[in-house]
T-cell receptor
Framework: AQSVSQHNHHVILSEAASLELGCNYS??????LFWYVQYPGQHLQLLLK??????LVKGIKGFEAEFIKSKFSFNLRKPSVQWSDTAEYFC????????FGTGTRLTIIP | DTEVTQTPKHLVMGMTNKKSLKCEQH?????MYWYKQKAKKPPELMFV???????INESVPSRFSPECPNSSLLNLHLHALQPEDSALYLC????????????????FGEGSRLTVL
């Protein structure tokens, strides 16, 4: 069975700081990888996705993620965060069904 | 705004009530999903419909009964729920691949927040 680990439960940063959220998955076969974001009071929405090809993928709002197959990782990065990035971030993997990690709550201090 | 519409946004029901949650999408997606999300937890898959047929039931108690009347609509019928069933219920949809699976790129509604008294 596939599983996803997000080791950062709550991250607090000041505006303009750089961000990296960790995500590791376990599955022996081919998976698709995702980061979803849930802004306060809003619906869950796709931030970025990796299916194949270039392991560095760019998403919306300046976010990017790097797939490192040897490390089973798909970490999310942003060079300079904004207050509006305050949200819950979920890493997810999909083979036959979508499995979410436990989530990382990101709080940006103005 | 999301293209997956869920109603009602909030629902309060007693343990003996019967109620339904509704979900609608007009993106032409042929897979639809119900997820349950407790506070500060990730969404947990409950049911998957593919081409209006139930394809995955994650061992959900029978007090939750899904229904997919057509390719655009998904219902979740609720009966004799328990207080621990209080949660945010999320509907999602996606395309179906030729082989029958999906890419995992799901489009979510805003959810129906259910409180069981």
């Amino acid at each position: 069975a596939q599983s996803v680990s997000q080791h950062n439960h709550h991250v607090i940063l000041s505006e303009a700081a750089s961000l990296e959220l960790g995500c590791n998955y376990s599955y022996g076969g081919t998976v698709n990888l995702f980061w979803y974001v849930q802004y306060p009071g809003q619906h869950l929405q796709l931030l970025l996705k990796y299916f194949s090809g270039d392991p560095l993928v760019k998403g919306i709002k300046g976010f990017e993620a790097e797939f490192i197959k040897s490390k089973f990782s798909f970490n999310l990065r942003k060079p300079s965060v904004q207050w509006s990035d305050t949200a819950e971030y979920f890493c997810a993997v999909s083979n036959e069904k979508l499995t979410f990690g436990t989530g990382t709550r990101l709080t940006i201090i103005p | 705004d999301t293209e997956v519409t869920q109603t009602p946004k909030h629902l309060v029901m007693g343990m003996t009530n019967k109620k339904s949650l509704k979900c609608e999408q007009h993106m032409g997606h042929r897979a639809m999903y119900w997820y349950k999300q407790k506070a500060k937890k990730p969404p947990e898959l409950m049911f998957v419909y593919s081409y209006e047929k139930l394809s995955i039931n994650e061992s959900v108690p029978s007090r939750f009964s899904p229904e997919c009347p057509n390719s655009s609509l998904l219902n979740l019928h609720l009966h004799a729920l328990q207080p621990e069933d209080s949660a945010l219920y999320l509907c999602a949809s996606s395309q179906v691949l030729r082989g029958g699976g999906n890419t995992g790129e799901l489009f979510f509604g805003e959810g129906s927040r259910l409180t069981v008294l």
